[in-house]
């Protein structure tokens, strides 16, 4: 059974740089995207980004400037890094499993194994 | 970017009701669609993909239809475990969520 544990800094001050790690554990790191989600305190759900064990990445628009996601398959891990963050990036943090792919035609089946969460306080 | 918006907002029912969620996209994405429930202090779990297929392990009382602009998520008889938020999600795009509270 595929399990994701995700751990990083939980409180930065502005200007600082955020920076997670997901762990995966019991599956296949290939062959799937790894993606980083994240929830501001009574907010909706955000995607930040992804990317697969070849390196190859999507992110977010609104975040593309400040987002690097990396991955290290010796490890089975990928990791985020956001820079110069703001007291608007305090949210919990989420890794999760995507079910994509493009054979033998596109296909997105969703996010299905989801780590526990972090949660980041920017604050001065 | 695409856009996806979700009615109700805000949903008040009882036990044993059936309920219908509605997600619009702003352009067409075909049936590239899940649906997640999320209780909270809890990660999101994924409930229907490709529009209308149960992940593995969620009860039938869960169904998705539609394609292209307009998705449903259906809950027949609403069970307690059920009160929770609800998103609709295309690649790269959450919809803002409905809350599903007990009546």
């Known amino acids: 059974q595929v399990q994701l544990q995700q751990w990083g800094a939980g409180l930065l001050k502005p200007s600082e740089t955020l920076s997670l790690t997901c762990a995966v554990y019991g599956g296949s790191f290939s062959g799937y995207y790894w993606s980083w989600i994240r929830q501001p305190p009574g907010k909706g759900l955000e995607w930040i980004g992804e990317i697969n064990h070849s390196g190859s990445t999507n992110y977010n628009p609104s975040l593309k400037s400040r987002v690097t996601i990396s991955v290290d398959t010796s490890k089975n891990q990928f990791s985020l890094k956001l820079s110069s963050v703001t007291a608007a990036d305090t949210a919990v943090y989420y890794c999760a499993r995507v079910r994509t792919g493009t054979t033998p035609r596109y296909y997105y089946y969703g996010m299905d194994v989801w780590g526990q969460g972090t949660t980041v306080t920017v604050s001065s | 970017d695409i856009q996806l918006t979700q009615s109700p907002s805000f949903l008040s029912a009882s036990v044993g009701d059936r309920v219908t969620i509605t997600c619009r996209a702003s352009?067409?994405?075909?049936?590239?669609l899940a649906w997640y429930q999320q209780k909270p202090g809890k990660a999101p779990k994924l409930l229907i993909y490709a529009a209308s297929t149960l992940q593995s392990g969620v009860p039938s009382r869960f169904s998705g239809s539609g394609s292209g602009t307009e998705f449903t998520l259906t809950i027949s008889s609403l069970q307690p475990e059920d009160f929770a938020t609800y998103y609709c999600q295309q690649p790269g795009t959450f919809g803002q969520g409905t809350k599903l509270e007990i009546k």
């Open positions: 352009q067409g994405i075909s049936s590239y």
